[in-house]
């Protein structure tokens, strides 16, 4: 018994057994094959093949599409009707101005009777050349020589009433132009029945004569302190 089991080693001496792997490490190489294979087959089913959609899905897709496109093109045709309300507000706007024909003169006589006679505007006093512009927009109907006004330029309002500018050295627009608040019509002269360089300024409703000061003064225009509202978009020289 005692041989027997001394012997045995000798039967096996010299010989390489080869190395089994752990169990564990076999699963676990299985496994990550399966997982992979799983997450392939994920992602494939995630992308569908347009031949394999059902109708239905199909219908979703397109109107989708469809809503998209019609939000884009509402987007779209919203925004010039944006710029052409912005457009019609700044129209509106330059129509409501009143501004001063001048800046930096000398308020002479006033609106009332002079002389025995009806002096039926305003005398703005400046050095002869000195522009002056438009009070208010609306369309030139006289730009030339008028009598004892001298050369005059005549303006008819939006609201009906005119402005007579008279006694320039030059008129620097013409009959049957538009003209806005702010824009230059002549220079300050000395022409017509007139004492020396000066402006004569005039406001006709309905073919007659009203004071310039409380009309303009109502219209935050005031010609004797030489005050005007202020406005961003309209200058004066």
Do not use: C
Request: charged share 20%; no cysteine; glycine share 10%.
């Amino acid at each position: 018994m005692r041989q027997r089991l001394s012997s045995e080693p000798d039967r096996y001496r010299g010989r390489r057994r080869v190395p089994t792997p752990p169990r564990s490490r076999y699963a676990a190489v299985v496994t990550t094959a399966f997982v992979g294979a799983g997450m392939v087959a994920l992602g494939a089913a995630a992308l569908p093949d347009a031949k394999s959609v059902s109708p239905s899905v199909l219908d979703e897709l397109k109107q989708a599409s469809i809503t998209s496109q019609d939000v884009a093109a509402r987007t779209d045709s919203a925004e010039p009707a944006s710029r052409d309300s912005r457009a019609e507000t700044k129209v509106a706007t330059e129509q409501d101005v009143w501004l001063l024909p001048l800046q930096d003169y000398d308020f002479n006589t006033p609106y009332g009777m002079r002389w025995g006679k009806l002096h039926t505007g305003v005398d703005l006093v400046a050095p002869e050349g000195t522009p002056y512009v438009a009070i208010h927009g609306g369309t030139v109907t006289k730009a030339g020589w008028f009598g004892g006004y001298g050369y005059t330029v005549i303006v008819k309002h939006t609201d009906g009433s005119e402005a007579i500018y008279g006694h320039s050295s030059t008129v620097t627009v013409k009959e049957g132009q538009q003209v806005k608040a702010g824009e230059q019509l002549g220079l300050v002269g000395n022409t017509g029945h007139s004492y020396g360089a000066h402006l004569h300024l005039e406001i006709h409703v309905n073919g007659e004569p009203r004071d310039p000061v409380p009309w303009l003064q109502s219209r935050e225009v005031d010609i004797k302190m030489q005050i005007q509202a202020l406005y961003s978009d309209v200058t004066t020289p």
